[in-house]
T-cell receptor, first 109, second 113 residues
Framework: GEDVEQSLFLSVREGDSSVINCTYT??????LYWYKQEPGAGLQLLTY?????DMKQDQRLTVLLNKKDKHLSLRIADTQTGDSAIYFC?????????FGTGTRLQVFP | KAGVTQTPRYLIKTRGQQVTLSCSPI?????VSWYQQTPGQGLQFLFE???????NKGNFPGRFSGRQFSNSRSEMNVSTLELGDSALYLC????????????FGPGTRLTVL
Protein backbone atom coordinates (compact mmCIF):
# COMPACT_ATOMS: atom_id res chain seq x y z
CA GLY A 1 0.00 0.00 0.00
CA GLU A 2 0.87 3.67 -0.04
CA ASP A 3 3.52 4.93 2.34
CA VAL A 4 4.09 8.64 2.94
CA GLU A 5 7.21 9.94 4.66
CA GLN A 6 8.32 13.33 5.98
CA SER A 7 11.21 14.65 8.00
CA LEU A 8 10.26 15.23 11.63
CA PHE A 9 11.52 18.74 12.36
CA LEU A 10 12.27 22.02 10.66
CA SER A 11 13.42 25.19 12.32
CA VAL A 12 13.49 28.54 10.47
CA ARG A 13 13.95 32.20 11.26
CA GLU A 14 10.96 34.52 10.99
CA GLY A 15 10.83 36.10 7.55
CA ASP A 16 12.73 33.29 5.84
CA SER A 17 11.16 30.71 3.56
CA SER A 18 10.33 27.24 4.85
CA VAL A 19 10.40 24.16 2.68
CA ILE A 20 8.75 21.00 3.97
CA ASN A 21 9.35 17.83 2.01
CA CYS A 22 7.36 14.66 1.55
CA THR A 23 7.84 11.45 -0.40
CA TYR A 24 5.25 8.87 -1.30
CA THR A 25 5.54 5.42 -2.81
CA UNK A 26 2.44 4.80 -4.93
CA UNK A 27 2.40 6.69 -8.22
CA UNK A 28 -1.34 6.02 -8.61
CA UNK A 29 -2.19 8.47 -5.81
CA UNK A 30 -4.42 11.03 -7.48
CA UNK A 31 -4.49 13.96 -5.08
CA LEU A 32 -1.80 15.13 -2.68
CA TYR A 33 -2.61 17.39 0.25
CA TRP A 34 -0.95 19.55 2.85
CA TYR A 35 -2.62 19.93 6.23
CA LYS A 36 -1.65 22.04 9.24
CA GLN A 37 -2.27 21.06 12.85
CA GLU A 38 -1.90 23.54 15.69
CA PRO A 39 -1.72 22.40 19.32
CA GLY A 40 -5.03 21.11 20.62
CA ALA A 41 -6.73 21.49 17.27
CA GLY A 42 -7.81 19.32 14.39
CA LEU A 43 -6.30 19.45 10.94
CA GLN A 44 -6.73 22.38 8.59
CA LEU A 45 -6.42 21.84 4.86
CA LEU A 46 -3.86 24.28 3.45
CA THR A 47 -3.75 23.27 -0.18
CA TYR A 48 -3.82 20.29 -2.49
CA UNK A 49 -2.51 19.38 -5.92
CA UNK A 50 -3.76 16.98 -8.52
CA UNK A 51 -1.22 14.43 -9.68
CA UNK A 52 -1.07 15.78 -13.25
CA UNK A 53 0.10 19.20 -12.02
CA ASP A 54 3.69 20.27 -11.32
CA MET A 55 3.09 23.32 -9.24
CA LYS A 56 0.37 25.22 -7.44
CA GLN A 57 0.67 28.61 -5.80
CA ASP A 58 -1.71 30.05 -3.25
CA GLN A 59 -0.60 33.33 -1.65
CA ARG A 60 2.43 32.48 0.53
CA LEU A 61 2.19 28.76 -0.23
CA THR A 62 3.79 27.01 -3.18
CA VAL A 63 3.42 23.29 -3.76
CA LEU A 64 5.83 21.50 -6.06
CA LEU A 65 5.22 17.96 -7.28
CA ASN A 66 7.87 15.79 -8.90
CA LYS A 67 5.84 12.82 -10.01
CA LYS A 68 8.84 10.94 -11.37
CA ASP A 69 10.57 11.00 -7.98
CA LYS A 70 7.27 10.88 -6.04
CA HIS A 71 8.34 13.96 -4.14
CA LEU A 72 6.09 16.72 -2.88
CA SER A 73 7.16 19.93 -1.22
CA LEU A 74 5.45 22.84 0.48
CA ARG A 75 7.18 26.20 0.47
CA ILE A 76 5.97 28.89 2.86
CA ALA A 77 7.25 32.32 1.94
CA ASP A 78 7.95 34.95 4.62
CA THR A 79 7.40 32.47 7.44
CA GLN A 80 5.75 33.94 10.53
CA THR A 81 5.62 32.75 14.14
CA GLY A 82 1.96 31.91 13.54
CA ASP A 83 3.10 29.30 11.04
CA SER A 84 4.60 27.23 13.85
CA ALA A 85 2.65 23.96 13.77
CA ILE A 86 2.83 20.38 12.53
CA TYR A 87 2.42 19.99 8.79
CA PHE A 88 1.09 16.77 7.33
CA CYS A 89 1.42 15.59 3.79
CA UNK A 90 -1.33 13.18 2.64
CA UNK A 91 -1.96 11.12 -0.47
CA UNK A 92 -5.37 10.07 -1.69
CA UNK A 93 -5.06 6.40 -2.54
CA UNK A 94 -7.61 3.56 -2.78
CA UNK A 95 -10.42 5.83 -1.61
CA UNK A 96 -8.71 7.02 1.54
CA UNK A 97 -6.18 9.55 2.77
CA UNK A 98 -2.78 8.21 3.78
CA PHE A 99 -0.95 10.67 6.00
CA GLY A 100 2.73 11.21 6.56
CA THR A 101 4.23 11.37 10.03
CA GLY A 102 4.10 15.15 10.12
CA THR A 103 6.85 17.79 10.18
CA ARG A 104 7.02 20.06 13.19
CA LEU A 105 7.87 23.58 12.00
CA GLN A 106 9.36 25.90 14.59
CA VAL A 107 9.73 29.57 13.70
CA PHE A 108 12.07 31.64 15.84
CA PRO A 109 12.39 35.44 15.89
CA LYS B 1 -21.54 28.00 9.18
CA ALA B 2 -20.73 25.82 12.19
CA GLY B 3 -17.71 23.57 11.89
CA VAL B 4 -17.37 19.89 12.66
CA THR B 5 -18.12 19.20 16.29
CA GLN B 6 -16.99 16.22 18.31
CA THR B 7 -18.15 15.14 21.71
CA PRO B 8 -16.86 14.57 24.23
CA ARG B 9 -13.53 16.40 23.89
CA TYR B 10 -11.85 14.33 26.58
CA LEU B 11 -12.58 10.88 27.91
CA ILE B 12 -10.93 8.58 30.42
CA LYS B 13 -11.81 4.90 30.42
CA THR B 14 -10.34 1.71 31.85
CA ARG B 15 -9.26 -1.40 30.01
CA GLY B 16 -12.11 -3.65 28.99
CA GLN B 17 -14.71 -0.89 28.88
CA GLN B 18 -16.35 0.35 25.73
CA VAL B 19 -16.69 3.90 24.47
CA THR B 20 -18.82 5.82 21.99
CA LEU B 21 -17.63 9.01 20.33
CA SER B 22 -19.86 11.37 18.42
CA CYS B 23 -19.29 13.59 15.40
CA SER B 24 -21.60 16.18 13.90
CA PRO B 25 -20.53 17.18 10.39
CA ILE B 26 -20.91 20.53 8.76
CA UNK B 27 -24.48 21.08 7.64
CA UNK B 28 -24.98 19.63 4.17
CA UNK B 29 -21.94 17.36 4.33
CA UNK B 30 -22.77 13.72 3.76
CA UNK B 31 -19.38 12.05 4.05
CA VAL B 32 -17.84 11.48 7.48
CA SER B 33 -14.43 9.91 8.00
CA TRP B 34 -12.75 8.88 11.23
CA TYR B 35 -9.03 8.87 12.00
CA GLN B 36 -6.91 7.76 14.93
CA GLN B 37 -3.87 9.86 15.80
CA THR B 38 -1.15 8.50 18.09
CA PRO B 39 2.49 9.55 18.59
CA GLY B 40 3.72 6.15 17.47
CA GLN B 41 1.50 5.39 14.47
CA GLY B 42 0.60 8.90 13.37
CA LEU B 43 -2.70 9.51 11.62
CA GLN B 44 -4.47 6.38 10.50
CA PHE B 45 -7.74 6.06 8.64
CA LEU B 46 -10.46 4.15 10.46
CA PHE B 47 -13.52 4.30 8.21
CA GLU B 48 -15.71 6.52 6.06
CA UNK B 49 -19.50 6.74 6.05
CA UNK B 50 -21.72 8.16 3.37
CA UNK B 51 -25.52 8.12 3.41
CA UNK B 52 -25.58 5.83 6.44
CA UNK B 53 -23.35 3.23 4.73
CA UNK B 54 -19.76 2.40 5.45
CA UNK B 55 -18.00 3.14 2.20
CA ASN B 56 -14.42 2.45 3.13
CA LYS B 57 -12.51 0.89 5.99
CA GLY B 58 -8.94 0.98 7.27
CA ASN B 59 -6.94 -1.79 8.90
CA PHE B 60 -8.34 -1.81 12.40
CA PRO B 61 -9.73 -4.75 14.38
CA GLY B 62 -13.45 -5.40 14.61
CA ARG B 63 -13.53 -3.77 18.06
CA PHE B 64 -13.70 -0.50 16.17
CA SER B 65 -17.06 0.14 14.58
CA GLY B 66 -19.13 3.06 13.51
CA ARG B 67 -22.40 4.17 12.12
CA GLN B 68 -24.01 7.16 10.50
CA PHE B 69 -27.49 8.47 11.02
CA SER B 70 -29.93 9.94 8.52
CA ASN B 71 -28.89 13.47 9.54
CA SER B 72 -25.25 12.55 8.70
CA ARG B 73 -24.16 12.59 12.33
CA SER B 74 -21.78 9.74 13.03
CA GLU B 75 -20.68 7.73 16.00
CA MET B 76 -17.76 5.43 16.47
CA ASN B 77 -17.59 2.73 19.08
CA VAL B 78 -14.61 0.93 20.52
CA SER B 79 -15.34 -2.17 22.56
CA THR B 80 -13.07 -3.99 25.00
CA LEU B 81 -10.68 -1.05 25.28
CA GLU B 82 -6.94 -1.67 25.35
CA LEU B 83 -4.19 0.63 26.58
CA GLY B 84 -3.05 1.08 22.98
CA ASP B 85 -6.40 2.63 22.06
CA SER B 86 -5.37 5.81 23.86
CA ALA B 87 -5.30 8.36 21.08
CA LEU B 88 -6.81 11.48 19.59
CA TYR B 89 -9.79 10.46 17.45
CA LEU B 90 -10.49 12.88 14.64
CA CYS B 91 -13.60 13.14 12.58
CA UNK B 92 -13.70 14.86 9.19
CA UNK B 93 -16.62 15.74 6.98
CA UNK B 94 -16.88 16.56 3.31
CA UNK B 95 -19.68 17.24 0.89
CA UNK B 96 -19.73 14.00 -1.03
CA UNK B 97 -16.43 12.20 -1.02
CA UNK B 98 -13.27 12.05 1.05
CA UNK B 99 -11.37 13.08 -2.07
CA UNK B 100 -12.85 16.52 -1.71
CA UNK B 101 -11.80 18.99 0.91
CA UNK B 102 -12.23 17.43 4.33
CA UNK B 103 -12.98 19.63 7.32
CA PHE B 104 -11.68 18.24 10.59
CA GLY B 105 -13.15 18.53 14.03
CA PRO B 106 -11.00 19.26 17.10
CA GLY B 107 -10.93 15.58 18.08
CA THR B 108 -11.75 13.50 21.13
CA ARG B 109 -8.79 12.70 23.37
CA LEU B 110 -9.32 9.17 24.74
CA THR B 111 -7.14 7.92 27.57
CA VAL B 112 -7.36 4.26 28.53
CA LEU B 113 -6.01 3.38 32.00
Amino acid sequence: GEDVEQSLFLSVREGDSSVINCTYTDSSSTYLYWYKQEPGAGLQLLTYIFSNMDMKQDQRLTVLLNKKDKHLSLRIADTQTGDSAIYFCAAYNTDKLIFGTGTRLQVFP
Amino acid sequence: KAGVTQTPRYLIKTRGQQVTLSCSPISGHRSVSWYQQTPGQGLQFLFEYFSETQRNKGNFPGRFSGRQFSNSRSEMNVSTLELGDSALYLCASSLVSSIAEQFFGPGTRLTVL
